[in-house]
T-cell receptor, first 116, second 109 residues
Framework: DSGVTQTPKHLITATGQRVTLRCSPR?????VYWYQQSLDQGLQFLIH???????AKGNILERFSAQQFPDLHSELNLSSLELGDSALYFC???????????????FGPGTRLLVL | KNEVEQSPQNLTAQEGEFITINCSYS?????LHWLQQHPGGGIVSLFM???GKKKHGRLIATINIQEKHSSLHITASHPRDSAVYIC???????????FGGGTRVLVKP
C-alpha cells in the first residue's frame, strides 16, 4: 500500500459527460502528479501540483483540468468525454526533499475510466 | 524517434535466470526512474537514479549519464517478477516526465 488513495476505482460514463477523479496523497507529501495510461499511448504525464500551485504541465487536453486543495487532495476533471479518453488514470505523490518531479513518486491504485 | 526507448519490448525467462532491461534517452535529465507495473495495474516506483548504481534486493539499476543509458537487472529471477517494467526520465528543467514504452517480463517456473 503506497498510502496514496484514488476514488473511484472504476467509472463508466457516456460520451459528452463530465467526471471528477479524486486523489489523496501520502500524509505529508505536498506534490501530486496525474498520469494517463491508455492502450495505444502508454503512460503520459498530465500535470503536477505542489502545495496548491500548478508546477508543470504535460500532455493535458484543454478539456481536462485539475486542482489541488488546501488539504492537499487533488481532483482531475475530465469534460466533454470522448471514446479515446478511456484509460487508467493514476495519481502519484512525492515529498522529500523538494517534492519535485525528480523525486521518488508513490502511485495510487488508479481509476479505470470507460467512456461508452 | 521517442525521447525514451526501452528494449526489449518483451522478454521471457526461466526462473533463476539473470534479466537485463535497457533504457536509452535522448534529452537532458535530472533523474531517471524505474517503475514496475503488475498485471493488476498497480505501479510501484523501484528506483530513482541521477548517477551510478543502486541495489534493492535482487534488483540493480545503473545509469551512465554520458551515454544517456540505464539498465535494470533482475538477478535470480522468480515468477513473481513477471510484470511490465517502465523507464521514465525527469527533464533537466524539472517540468516534464517522459515514459518509455515498457518491457513486459514473463518469468516461467
Amino acid at each position: 500500500d503506497s498510502g496514496v488513495t484514488q476514488t473511484p476505482k472504476h467509472l463508466i460514463t457516456a460520451t459528452g459527460q463530465r467526471v471528477t477523479l479524486r486523489c489523496s496523497p501520502r500524509s505529508g507529501d505536498l506534490s501530486v502528479y496525474w498520469y494517463q495510461q491508455s492502450l495505444d499511448q502508454g503512460l503520459q504525464f498530465l500535470i503536477h501540483y505542489y502545495n496548491g500551485e500548478e508546477r508543470a504541465k504535460g500532455n493535458i487536453l484543454e478539456r481536462f483540468s485539475a486542482q489541488q486543495f488546501p488539504d492537499l487532495h487533488s481532483e482531475l476533471n475530465l469534460s466533454s468525454l470522448e471514446l479515446g479518453d478511456s484509460a487508467l488514470y493514476f495519481c502519484a505523490s512525492s515529498g522529500w526533499p523538494t517534492g519535485g518531479i525528480q523525486e521518488t513518486q508513490y502511485f495510487g491504485p488508479g481509476t479505470r475510466l470507460l467512456v461508452l | 524517434k521517442n525521447e525514451v526507448e526501452q528494449s526489449p519490448q518483451n522478454l521471457t525467462a526461466q526462473e533463476g535466470e539473470f534479466i537485463t532491461i535497457n533504457c536509452s534517452y535522448s534529452v537532458g535529465i535530472s533523474a531517471l526512474h524505474w517503475l514496475q507495473q503488475h498485471p493488476g495495474g498497480g505501479i510501484v516506483s523501484l528506483f530513482m537514479l541521477s548517477s551510478g548504481k543502486k541495489k534493492h534486493g535482487r534488483l540493480i539499476a545503473t545509469i551512465n549519464i554520458q551515454e544517456k543509458h540505464s539498465s535494470l537487472h533482475i538477478t535470480a529471477s522468480h515468477p513473481r517478477d513477471s510484470a511490465v517494467y517502465i523507464c521514465a526520465v525527469s527533464s533537466a528543467a524539472g517540468n516534464k516526465l517522459t515514459f518509455g514504452g515498457g518491457t513486459r517480463v514473463l518469468v516461467k517456473p
